[in-house]
C-alpha cells in the first residue's frame, strides 16, 4: 500500500497548527504534527483499522477516519493507494470537514 496526502488534506494540516501555533511552544506543535502524520502511517501496514465515515457515506467512496487526539485523518482507499483527504481538528463543526 502506498499512503498520499490530497492537496485539501496538507491545507487542512497548515490551517489546523496555524490554529494552534500562538497557544503552544514549538516544540509541542512539532509533536502534534508527527503525531497526526505517524498515526496516517500506520494505515500502509492496516488500511481498513479506521471507522467508516458516516458523515461522508453519501459519497460512496468508503471514507474512513483514524483518530489521533483531537484529529481525524479522513481517507479513502482505491486500490493499492490510501488517499488522506482531509485532517480535520474535531472540535470544530462536522459540517466544516472537506473528504
Do not use: W
Amino acid at each position: 500500500m502506498k499512503l498520499l496526502y490530497t492537496e485539501q488534506a496538507i491545507e487542512s494540516l497548515n490551517e489546523a497548527l496555524d490554529f494552534i501555533a500562538p497557544k503552544v511552544t514549538n516544540k509541542k506543535l512539532s509533536e502534534i504534527r508527527n503525531q497526526i502524520l505517524d498515526k496516517a502511517d500506520t494505515l500502509i501496514d492496516q488500511p481498513l483499522k479506521g471507522q467508516i465515515e458516516p458523515l461522508f457515506e453519501h459519497l460512496n467512496l468508503e471514507h474512513r477516519r483514524l483518530v489521533e487526539g483531537n484529529y481525524k485523518n479522513i481517507y479513502r482507499i482505491d486500490g493499492s493507494i490510501i488517499y488522506v483527504t482531509d485532517i480535520f481538528d474535531s472540535r470544530q463543526d462536522p459540517s466544516k470537514m472537506k473528504g
